[in-house]
């Protein structure tokens, strides 16, 4: 990584990062992708999201799906780990909760592949500042 | 300075920015009762952790007590030290303090001295309405100090003087909560700790949770065998304390009252290790100018400063901290150890009897001396040149045990020929001492002149670390003082940098000197206590007819007769000593 | 239906803790370049002091004032510190942040290194947080690397950085003066204030301590602007509080609420309700060092002063949620039993006095209480409350205060008639066989652990209560529900 020199690097930095984000969600964007996030705090690997993860990078990318799946921090839903949110071009991300292979088999399989809607969403009640 | 107005108790106190509550509130004659709170005035040692919780007082606008040893006084400020809140919370918490204290004053070594059980007497405590368990642990005992920690009240006093004054760091608080108490690390015994026996937690300790071993019934066990002579020593600073354990003012010298009490008590010769001072003074002083004129002479090999090692707390520090400079202190034996060898070397063999069947107490301001009478290279064939050593407190309690009336004893002299001293050898129980008996001597053998003006002032007080420059007829000495193992610690740290300019430097390890022993008296704080001591020895060398230790006509006489010459054959194997390193071994499970 | 706002937690969930690009790309590091490039220390102080932040590791002081004692005292050298020792039974918000978005910490410590002259953090955390010490690592790692920390920072000529310093577990060493002893290698027990950290702290430099949480809300603050900040929230509790939210609730976890959201909206809205639809009848904040809200509390807006109000405290954001089956008493032991283990022993009234008050609770919930007892147990409490050296004494009583101020019935239940209406109390517990009931099946008395049930087959069987420990087996295995609890 190179080192900022001034503001100015770091907001130019930024706003490139920033458009690399969007287009990620742009429904027609050519650099669009699916994102799948896995909550992989201290609570969420207790409960099982590191298996989870990985079934995830390799089931996605052995089915032929491309996805963007990243680890992050705790999502808050601590009583329905492991949690993922997975966010398809163009829609709102939906979070699942208890989460575990057969389960993440599912939600590429039903949700991402054939959009179906299925069991285990949990609503997002919160904003972000 | 800043002056800050506030109001105690209605009263208006006028007193210097950054003064506690608790002094503040003296000065308008309120006595607010303290128990971890601890001050030796004039000699930089306090401890106020504000642990005990004792001294709260009520400060108007405060939502909770405040410490009143460790809140300092604000502009405006209103204080009230004996409302209803407040002396339900005092109470309340020594009520706590003696729910977790074994109730055991009937038998307990501080009974009398005990600073809780006068703080529950104070407070008029009559029942512990808080009664639960109490935290229990290990008794250990060493060869000088035992440990009974169930009567640990967490004051802290003995962890500042281990850590703050001595450095020694044998003691720190372990554990946490209701089994928090003050051990050694990792809660070994006190053997397996840098410990130097230097007593300075017994001595200021307010419970008996820090005592030392009382070797008392050995004593009187001797006392009672008619095959044995026993003979007894008593250091120079008891003199000046003894009294105050039978209600005389400190300072009091009970040199005259102390023979005739040891002579009732049944010693068969009461003898002074005063006497074994001045032989103390001919070695180590004929070492000095030994090393002094080899030194002079461009001679390399010769190590400056010389530093005295009559202080057996002192040598164990050494042989703890700095074993590789164990080459430096003088290698005479203490007063004690000399007199040991003497007596049952000489005397006894005058007296016609084999050592064996000689017993030697010694009667010290001190703890380490239990220790050092019982080190190895101090016997011969297991028989120790001293058998017991007993502390100024522990005769005490044996002339009270006896039905002596201390007070109405009369005065006696010293037997001879080991009780004859000079007035170089009394100042030894005071900081300073050993060193200005040394110049005395050291002047005119050095000088071969008279030394008129005997008394060297520049020597004494209380100031933690002294130097001064001693002219030797034109040659000038220079003189460090350090009492207090910490202070100690910086001379000894300058010598190791190569830093010290000095020729010869004294080091006790108590605060005070000896008059300051861990085997004294309790002062309880008072360091008015421990400066009257002080001016009583200088009194008692003032008043002696003889007062350079190389002009005692027995000293003389043992050379002539026995010894040969300072630092000769003789002598050398029966009054000078090595040093071991003991840096190995402290912490470690057997 | 209540929102929750998210300040301090903004980036967890969202964010790849390991990649700074991703802290970045979400206005990372924005705020420490207005602030080193465009705002003077007293400015970025002046913005902290009238977004009303309180330090949310319990004390709720004003952030932005001791900011700015930390920056009028001359010295050499002084310390930011991070207090990341979170030790309250049931709160974790600061490991969730440290472990969602490391960098927002150190990007706030640095601000805080700018406006009181530090050049030096050093971040206190537990060593039972080995996730977040090594998000910490890559993060800092990271920043140093894009010149976001060390020397010269964005070319600046500002040298700032962070080292970590591991805690042992101790809940003590989440008090400040005790925290900086720690650090020092010293025994992790407080010390008198005055003097303050923020005059004599670390090394006996200035040091300013500030919470997790606490610093998490700085960014935001710079760069949303304190008016954003400040229309959150009630009158003098500004911004959002992140709660660990615990115990007999449906949605166990990490909300963020705006001050002043209700006990009735973070418990039923936010949180789902009670477990098995039961009846809610107490939530504990603020810890052991907290009281208990009851359901007369359901609609206070929670807030700092509110709570304390209430004979609680905000605490760092712990948050329990009991219910009818909970035992008050009980409770009130549990976290004495906690504060007897987390005092380090310093001063008697917390380190005895604590201990007799668990005793006397354990004598109570034992069945062998008087009603002197319950006197003692108020005496005490205020006494040591009264008389402690630290917050943890200070405030270790507050359970078993608020629990006899609300509860009071509870404890005159166990001392007069030696009853536990919860059923949690065993030893007021007896378990009976219901003789109408009893077919004289055996199969109780042959699971009776201590062979306390008697009785030949086919006829009633009984159960000796001087050998029963009341383990529940015999009414675990009866299929007639011949045995019950009275």
Known sequence: MAILESIKSLTELREKLKAKQAALSQKDNPQSTIQVKVTMATCGIASGSRPVYDFMKEELSKRNIPALVSQVGCMGFCYAEPTIEVTMPGKSPVIFGFVNTKKADEIIERFIRKGEVIDGVIPMNYETA | MKTIKLIIDGKTAEVPENTTLLKAAKTVGIDIPTLCYFELKDMNIENRPGGCRVCVVEVKGRRNLAPACNTMVAEGMEVYTHNIRVLNARRTVLELILSDHPAECLTCAKSGSCELQSMAQQLGVREIPYQGEQSKYRKDTSPAIIRDVDKCIMCRRCEMMCNDVQTVGALNAVNRGFMAVVAPAFEMNLEKSPCTYCGQCV???????????????????????????????????????????????????????????????????????????????????????????????????????????????WVNFFEHNFPEMREIPSTAKSPQQMFGPIAKEYFAKKLGINRKNMIVVSIMPCLAKKYECQRDEFKVDGDPDVNFSLSTRELAHLIKASNIDFSSLP????????????????????????????????????????????????????????????????????????????????LLEDIRDGKSQFHAIEIMACPGGCIGGGGQPYHHGDSEVIKLRASALYREDAGKPIRKSHENPFILELYKDFLGKPCGEKSHHLLHTHYFDKSAGVFVEE | MARQIRIALRNCGVIDPERIEDYISRDGYMALATVLTELSPEAVIEILKKSGLRGRGGGGFPAGLKWEITRKVQADQKYVVCNADEGDPGAFMDRSILEGDPHAVLEAMTINGYCTGASKGLIYIRAEYPLAVERLKTAMKQSREMGLLGN??????????????????????????????????????????????????????????????????????????????????????????????????????????????????????????????????????????????????????????????????????????????????????????????????????????????????????????TMEDIDKLR????????????????????????????????????????????KVCKSMMQYLVVPEKCIGCTLCARNCPVNAISGERKQVHLIDQEKCIKCGACMEKCKFNAIIIN
């Open chain 2, 411 to 490: 005065e006696d002299d010293f037997d001879n020929p080991l009780g004859e001293s000079t007035g170089a050898s009394v100042i030894f129980g005071t900081t300073g001492g050993v060193i200005e008996a040394a110049c005395r001597t050291a002047y005119e053998l050095y000088t071969g002149k008279k030394l008129e003006k005997v008394d060297f002032k520049e020597l004494r007080g209380l100031e933690n670390v002294r130097h001064a420059t001693i002219d030797f007829d034109g040659l000038p000495i220079n003189i460090g003082i350090a009492h207090g193992l910490g202070n100690a610690r910086k």
């Open chain 3, 152 to 369: 010269n920072i964005l070319q600046t000529g500002f040298n700032f950085d962070i080292d970590i310093r591991y805690g042992a577990g101790a809940f003590v060493c989440g008090e400040e003066t005790a925290l900086i002893h720690s650090m020092e290698g010293l025994r992790g027990e407080p010390t008198v204030k005055p003097p303050f950290p923020s005059v004599e702290g670390y090394l006996k430099k200035p040091t300013n301590v500030n919470n997790v949480e606490t610093f998490a809300n700085v960014p935001v603050i710079i760069n949303k602007g304190w008016e954003w900040f400040a229309s959150i929230g009630t009158e003098k509790s500004k911004g959002t509080k992140v709660f660990a939210l615990a115990g007999k609730i449906n949605n166990v976890g990490l909300v963020e609420v705006p001050m002043g959201t209700t006990l009735r909206e973070v418990i039923y809205e936010i949180g789902g309700g009670i477990q098995g639809g039961k009846e809610f009848k107490a939530a504990q904040t603020g810890g052991p060092s907290g009281g208990c809200l009851t359901k007369k509390h359901l609609d206070t807006p929670i807030d700092y002063d509110n709570l304390i109000a209430a004979g609680s405290m905000m605490g760092s954001g712990g948050l329990i949620v009991m219910d009818e089956d909970d035992c008050m008493v009980a409770i009130a032991k549990f976290y004495l039993g906690f504060t007897v283990e987390e005092s380090c022993g310093k001063c008697s009234p917390c380190r005895i006095g604590n201990k007799r008050l668990f005793e006397l609770l354990e004598k109570i919930t034992q069945g062998n209480g």
């Open chain 2, 203 to 313: 001595s200021v300790c307010p419970t008996g949770a820090l005592t030392e071993v009382d070797h008392s019934r050995n004593v009187i066990n001797a006392l009672a065998d008619p095959a044995k002579t026993v003979v007894v020593q008593t250091a120079p600073a008891v003199r000046a304390a003894l009294g105050e354990e039978f209600g005389l003012a400190p300072g009091t010298l009970v040199t005259g009252k102390m023979v005739a009490a040891l002579r009732r008590l049944g010693f068969d010769y009461v003898f002074d290790t005063d006497f074994a001072a001045d032989l103390t003074i001919m070695e180590e002083g004929t070492e000095l100018l030994d090393r002094l004129t080899r030194y002079l002479k461009g001679d390399k090999d010769v190590k400056l400063p010389i530093l005295t090692s009559c202080c057996p707390g």
């Open chain 3, 379 to 422: 005496n005490l409490s205020t006494v040591i409350k009264d008389t402690s050296l630290c917050g943890l004494g200070q405030s270790s009583p507050n359970p078993v205060l608020s629990t006899i101020e609300n509860f009071i019935g509870e404890y005159h239940e166990h001392v007069k008639d030696k009853k536990c209406r919860s």
